[in-house]
Each structure stands twice: as C-alpha cells, then as structure tokens.
Nanobody, 121 residues
Framework: QVQLVESGGGLVQPGGSLRLSCAAS????????MGWNRQAPGKSRELVAH???????TYADSVQGRFTISRDNAKKTVYLQMNNLKPEDTAVYYC???????????????WGQGTQVTVSS
C-alpha cells in the first residue's frame, strides 16, 4: 500500500527553524511532482511549495525567501526547510506527491496525514 508519512513538525519560537520530511513508501515505480500545503484554523488549504520531477520549484509569496523545498529521489522523500518562522506560519502542513504504482505512467496524487507546526513565544 502506497503512503506518505510526514515528520518534523513541532513548536518553535518566532524566528526559529524547522525541517519537515515526507517519505513515500510502498510499491512505487516513479514519482513526479511533490509539494507541501498547509491549513490554518478557519482557513482553506493553501499551496506552500512545489517541486517538479526535474527539480523546478515554486513558492507561495508569503514564504518566498524563507522556505526551501528539496527532494531526494533515491529516498523517495521531499523536504521543507523553514527558516525565520512567523506566528502566521502556524498550521497543519500536508505533503503531496504524484506517484505511479502501475508501471504504466499513470500518476495518482497521494497526501500525507499532516504534521502540526506551531510558531509561538
């Protein structure tokens, strides 16, 4: 069974840093796009960062210059390095990935279970 498992969330003071990880497991033939989204209380889920299979990245304006997305294809893992964290970054962070587990180039989007990030003094 294919799944994405996130780790690295927690409580951090404003200005601090956290690194989120999301590892894909199961019978996977290839991984295309990967990304991170977040959802704050009372708000809709929003895109934070996205990375293509070729390594091109996209960021939300609110995190540009502070967050860095990267991936390790051998480990089937995507990372989100978050620096200079602000209280408004508080949210549940979800990873997603387009995975082919058929070997025929049919990609399905999978989501992780979410990890809480709280920025507070």
């Amino acid at each position: 069974q294919v799944q994405l498992v996130e780790s690295g969330g927690g409580l951090v003071q404003p200005g601090g840093s956290l690194r989120l990880s999301c590892a894909a497991s199961g019978s996977i033939d290839s991984i295309s796009n990967m990304g991170w989204n977040r959802q704050a209380p009372g708000k809709s889920r929003e895109l934070v960062a996205h990375i293509t299979g070729g390594g091109s990245t996209t960021y939300a304006d609110s995190v540009q210059g502070r967050f860095t997305i990267s991936r390790d294809n051998a480990k089937k893992t995507v990372y989100l390095q978050m620096n200079n964290l602000k209280p408004e970054d508080t949210a549940v962070y979800y990873c997603n990935a387009d995975l082919d587990h058929t070997g025929r180039g049919f990609f399905t989007t999978y989501w992780g279970q979410g990890t809480q990030v709280t920025v507070s003094s």
